[in-house]
């Protein structure tokens, strides 16, 4: 079976800094968490670090409906996963098995105390409302160009 995650949609995982979680508990509270330690692991599964996360965690226990959101800032697109989440905690047998793309990641910075494994059932993508209502004057490369002026950053010059 071919899962909800496409090539593009990991190349587009693997070039986000961070990816938002949205859980909410069982009164269904939002709380949404910003992640930076995450990857998708195949065509059906995308695993999250658990590094300072309790209210996820706990959402999750009670609620295991989720929305994991990664965007490239400078591009300006990227993609919205729903899905249903578990917890695997450290201690788990399985636990190396998800946390395996995640420890290099995490290196000896951070400890990670559990992994939320995401199984999606819907993607969609995030676009910039330029890209909607500018479509024949905006590019990936005049949003770049905008992100770069807007956050004041140059692109550095390799050699």
């Not at 959402?59 to 899905?83: A, H, P, R, Y």
Request: glycine share 4%.
């Amino acid at each position: 079976m071919t899962g909800l995650i496409t090539t593009e949609v990991r190349e587009a995982a693997e070039r986000s800094v961070l990816c938002w979680l949205a859980t909410s508990d069982e009164a269904g509270q939002p709380n949404v968490s910003p992640k930076e330690i995450f990857a998708v692991l195949d065509d059906t599964t995308m695993v999250v670090a658990n590094i300072a996360s309790p209210v996820s965690a706990r959402n999750i226990q009670v609620n295991e409906k989720v929305c994991l959101s990664f965007i490239d800032i400078f591009v300006q697109k990227g993609f919205k996963v729903t899905g249903v989440a578990r917890e695997v905690k450290a201690r788990a047998a399985d636990f190396s098995r998800w946390a395996e793309p995640l420890l290099e990641m995490a290196e000896e910075r951070f400890r990670i105390h559990s992994v939320f494994v995401v199984c999606p059932t819907a993607v969609e993508p995030i676009l910039a409302p330029n890209y909607r209502f500018y479509p024949a004057e905006t590019t990936e490369e005049s949003s770049i160009r905008a992100a770069l002026r807007a956050y004041g950053v140059s692109r550095e010059e390799s050699g």
